[in-house]
């Protein structure tokens, strides 16, 4: 595929507004990186698709930088299980007040981060460990060092090793190739707990096993029969998180009483607000700096926890060396490490952090200080992706965040641009009756090597419809027609049921954004902020565009659609009317009555130009002029 435009200069977003003069101490320029899986992962509480597991996780690396020259890097991994997701930390950076940030006042920051409203742990984390990376480097001093930590090597222990739910069979080899490692970490829950240590003991049959439950059991009777039956399976340090947080403590009492083994807090303990009711239920907690909302938080929790007699696992998301290398430094205050988030991947873009037989510690010749890592490669000097090689287009990439779920709880997916700045957003199939856009845009997507820097794509904001094969949604309702906009009708509307044939009507929906897809989109802009939207339909044939914009001319251009201001006829509570009355650009790309290969033909060449350049596109010498 040709890509008719010479590739600009590289980009990168400043999300702090540095280009206006002396108005902030920091800018913030973020990466959104797709962490490969080594193996399927699957827990009692996330098991995936089809309990299949998940195979990847995006994450997103931060590069604080002042005028001086200094930098610090800092990671989000957002879990669901906590509320948070990359669109929601994205949404939190761009929100921030950076001139509340330096690297030079961490006290001053760190005090900012912790008086904001509680919540947005991984988005906080990101930047509380990138001021620390950046304040210790200017020190000359490891995190550790700044913290006043001791950081002994030989003294460490070893970071234990996780097996996600899977078959006897993929445990059993998943253990082996963690012979290794002198520690291991197994997930479980109800349905399979005793399988799966069966497995586990058929090839490592004395080597120290953790039991991670993630909330598997309810009740606490069940809890206690199933630690019973799990305490044969020896030698067991722990268990950790039987039932689910917000359980009575009456009953994780209970259950800490009866237990013959200890018990760990993972999702019970996010703060040390947690650790009075934790101290009562368990033996030690789990501090994950991700979970904790930081390095001054984390070293906080552990330290009050310790203070209160309990033990302290250092734990981790699925993230980067980079987290990986904060938590480490805290070493001095664990009693266990489960620090292996990065060795289960297959593409960690951090260098720094060694393993040796379960050992971790940092190689001195990547850097001394700081978090004593550094990126593989600039990851934020923005490059335009290439084409894939045809043969390499048959999946479509992993979407990076879920903005919301569908009537009948499909999830509704955004791929993210990279660079966390969207520039245009483009949607696909409001109505499940035109699955022609979401094809298009899946093939845009699959046609490029890496993400777009500054789009974001949603493939299908109508997926009950589109598995259904109906305009509307699962409730019925025409969701282009259920927008809060002043023009709302609660009257049914009517579509043609086909060229020459009559007519079929659709409820507009109980009240204005009734439908759960219709304020998942608002959500999404609202989260983005994108400055044009592009929404794909069919089968009308033109661009409308009520701004007469540059990028509306160059698609008309393009396509060789005609370019309208308006459709041609009123359209109450749509995406368009509501847009507008809100200031956003919205421009609506009718495709042609064609099918799929001739839509290919036409129009997929404007869809990756649009996803590799943004707003770049229409300022090529090719740009059409009225």
């Not at 001319?553 to 749509?574: A, C, D, N, V």
Request: hydrophobic share 40%; charged share 20%.
């Amino acid at each position: 595929m040709p890509l008719l435009h010479a590739i600009p200069r590289p980009r990168s977003i400043d999300l702090a507004g540095n280009l206006l003069a002396g108005r902030t101490m920091l800018t913030c320029q973020i990466h959104l990186y797709t962490l490969e899986l080594k193996q399927a992962w699957a827990i009692a509480s996330r098991l995936g698709p089809g309990g299949r597991g998940i195979g990847h996780r995006s994450s997103l690396l931060l590069k604080l930088s002042d005028r001086s020259g200094a930098t610090g890097f800092g990671e989000a991994a957002p879990v669901a299980t906590y509320g948070e997701t990359a669109l929601s930390v994205l949404r939190f950076l761009r929100e921030l007040d950076w001139q509340q940030l330096s690297f030079r006042d961490l006290p001053r920051s760190l005090a900012y981060l912790g008086s904001l409203p509680a919540g947005n742990s991984a988005a906080k984390a990101a930047i509380d460990l990138a001021l620390h990376d950046g304040a210790a480097k200017i020190s000359r001093k490891s995190l550790a060092e700044l913290l006043g930590l001791p950081f002994r090597q030989e003294e460490l222990p070893p970071t234990s090793y996780s097996i996600g739910i899977g078959s006897p069979d993929e445990i059993v080899e998943r253990a082996l190739d963690a012979d290794r490692f002198p520690i291991l970490k197994l997930k479980v829950d109800a349905r399979s707990f005793e399988t799966s240590l069966s497995a586990l003991r058929s090839v490592s049959p004395n080597k120290p096993v953790r039991i991670d439950a993630n909330e598997s059991w309810s009740s606490r009777e069940a809890a206690l029969d199933a630690i019973d039956k799990m305490a044969a399976f020896g030698p067991i340090e722990f268990v950790e998180q039987p039932m689910p947080r917000g359980i009575a403590l009456e009953d994780a009492v209970w259950l800490k009483r009866h237990s013959p083994l200890p018990l760990l807090a993972d999702e019970s303990c996010c703060g040390k607000d947690d650790l009075d009711a934790c101290e009562q239920s368990f033996h030690g907690i789990n501090v994950k700096i991700a979970k904790a909302g930081g390095i001054a938080p984390a070293h906080q929790l552990a330290t009050a926890a310790r203070a209160r007699g309990l033990k302290v696992q250092l734990g981790c998301m699925i993230e980067s060396s980079l987290g990986i290398a904060a938590a480490l430094q805290l070493a001095a205050k664990a009693d266990w490490i489960d620090l292996d988030g990065a060795l289960l991947t297959r593409n960690d873009p951090i260098k720094g952090v060694v393993e040796k037989s379960g050992q971790l510690n940092f190689d001195p010749l990547v850097e001394p200080y700081g978090l004593r890592v550094s990126p593989k490669f600039d990851y934020w000097n923005e490059q335009p992706p290439l084409p894939k090689p045809i043969a390499d287009r048959s999946r479509t990439p992993p979407a990076h965040s879920t903005y919301g779920r569908s009537v009948n709880g499909i999830p509704l997916e955004v791929h993210l641009p990279s660079s966390g700045h969207c520039e245009i957003l483009i949607f696909a199939a409001i109505h499940g009756e035109e699955p022609e856009t979401t094809t298009l845009l899946s093939k845009a997507l699959r046609s490029l090597d890496k993400p777009s820097p500054t789009c974001a794509a949603v493939l299908c904001s109508n997926p009950d419809g589109t598995l259904l094969g109906t305009r509307v949604n699962a409730n019925g309702v025409e969701l282009n027609r259920n927008f809060p906009a002043s023009n709302w009708q609660p009257d049914p509307v009517s579509t043609k049921w086909a060229p020459n044939h009559g007519y079929v009507t659709h409820s507009t929906g109980s009240q204005a954004a009734s439908e759960p897809e219709t304020r998942a989109l608002i959500s999404l802009v609202e989260a983005l902020d994108p400055k044009v939207i592009i929404s794909l339909h069919a089968p009308l044939a033109c661009i409308e565009d009520p701004e007469y914009s540059p990028i509306g001319y160059w698609l008309s251009k393009r396509t060789g659609l005609p370019l309208f201001s308006h459709i041609g006829y009123e359209t109450p509570g749509s995406f368009g009317s509501w847009a507008k009355e809100r200031g956003r650009h919205v421009i609506t790309y009718e495709l042609p009555p064609l099918s799929v290969s001739a839509l290919h033909h036409k129009h997929l060449d404007n869809l990756v130009e649009l996803l590799c350049y943004g707003l770049e596109v229409y300022r090529e010498p090719l740009v059409f002029r009225a």
